[in-house]
Each structure stands twice: as structure tokens, then as C-alpha cells.
């Protein structure tokens, strides 16, 4: 596991939970967008992903704000990113839902309506990390995450989180001279094929 060290800008621990559709986001074709867009942004320089993880039905940031304000960006991306799983799930909702939930449900029942609802994120919450004893209990509670719901006995083994990263996602690391470092992982499947 990585520790970053606290930047001069602003870092916040970022949490986006899903409704309405069940057990969904580990699955790559969703997985992907939420990678593909977290990329994006922060090639416009908008935000930095520390540290992440992708549980079935949320998704857990500690980012960096950079070029926005945090609110601006969550807003932007929790639209463009219920727009996209809402147009996947356009293509695949009735025989997933039917398989988990022994009927098809949809909430929303147009694309306009979905991005006016943030489609499928009910919750999204956000704090500031102002100390090193915050950053850690946001590493903590990142990577702890998986192990509490039962989905892994040790982080290592989970695929979607930074420890991984087999999500793609862009991590920013800080190296010895102090000086940030962007890896990148290739992703498959990041954008749509309308």
C-alpha cells in the first residue's frame, strides 16, 4: 500500500453510492466508465486520484482538487457518469435486473430523465482530509473497505482498488525528490461504442 504525502492543495475523501441497481459497479463495463472518466478529468487537471476503490455498489475517491472547485467536478462527473452506466444499462438493464431481482425495475424511464436525476448515485458525500491522521483514516477506511463487506480477507487480493489498480486509473504518486509521478495502465473498454 502506498502513502501519499499531504500536497499543498486541497484533498478530500470522496464516497458515491449507488440505488437502484444492484451489485453492479465491480462489473469492468461499469468499472470502466468510472475509471475512464476519472482519467479524463484528470488529464483536463482537474482533479488527482490518490487512492481509490470500487465496491459493488459505490465508489470510494481520496482526490486532490486542482484546477475546480471539488463541488464543481463531483457534480460533472456524477452526471457524465450516470449518463454512461445509464446508457449501458439501456442496453442490458431488463435481463440483469431480471437475474437479480426476479423482475425487471427501471427508475428512470428516459436518458433526460436520468442525467436530471444523476441516474443512479442516491448519495454522494465528501470531507476534507486536513491532517496526516485524516489521510491515514482515509487510507484506512479505503483499503479496509472490501476486507469489512466480506468481499476479500486482504486487500491485495481485491481488483478494484489502487492497490491493484486494475481499474486503469491514473494514480499520482509522490517519489523521493517530492516530485509527482503519473502511472498509467492501460484500460479496455473505456468508452461507449455508440
Known sequence: MKKNALRQQETWLVELTMIG???MLTRPKYA???GYYLNAYQEKKQVDVDDYVIMP???ILLVTKRD???EQWLQEYAQVT???IRKRLDKDAVPVLKTYMGAAIKLFSSREEALENEACWHDVSYRIIATEADFDGALQYIYSAPVKAGLVSDIAYYAGSSVNNR???ILTEINGDGEE???WLDMEDGEDDD
Open 181 to 183: 509521478e503519473d502511472g
Open 82 to 84: 450516470a449518463l454512461h
Open 32 to 34: 470502466n466508465v468510472l
Open 68 to 70: 475546480v472547485p471539488l
Open 21 to 23: 441497481y444492484p451489485d
Open 167 to 169: 481499474a486503469g486509473i
Open 57 to 59: 455498489s459505490r465508489l
